[in-house]
């Protein structure tokens, strides 16, 4: 089994900054690319960025340049440094991670931009 543990969301103002972290734990051996997710209310879940063990990292187009994916093989754990906070990024973000050819989900954390 494999458990996902996820802290950092909260209420941010408009231009603020969050940083979410994700750490990883249980059969996790063969554990490889790790991410980010969000669901606003009434939209689909969408990729926001992902990060291989190796470190190559892939962002969406929305929070390029604003977002920084990162992850310390050492702890298992995957971070997601969001600046320039915008009411728009309001979803709850769900945290990813592909064990072989498996694929685990957090239970997720409500970011919300609101001033």
């Known amino acids: 089994q494999v458990q996902l543990v996820e802290s950092g969301g909260g209420l941010v103002q408009p231009g603020g900054s969050l940083r979410l972290s994700c750490a990883a734990s249980?059969?996790?051996?063969?554990?490889?690319?790790m991410g980010w997710y969000r669901q606003a209310p009434g939209n689909k879940r969408e990729l926001v960025a992902t990060?291989?063990?190796?470190?190559?990292?892939n962002y969406a187009d929305s929070v390029k340049g604003r977002f920084t994916i990162s992850r310390d093989n050492a702890k298992n754990t995957v971070y997601l440094q969001m600046n320039s906070l915008k009411p728009e990024d309001t979803a709850v973000y769900y945290c990813?991670?592909?064990?072989?050819?498996?694929?685990?989900w957090g239970q997720g954390t409500q970011v919300t931009v609101s001033s």
């Open positions: 990060v291989t063990r190796r470190g190559t990292t």
């Open positions: 990813n991670v592909l064990v072989g050819w498996s694929v685990y």
């Open positions: 249980g059969s996790i051996s063969s554990l490889n690319n």
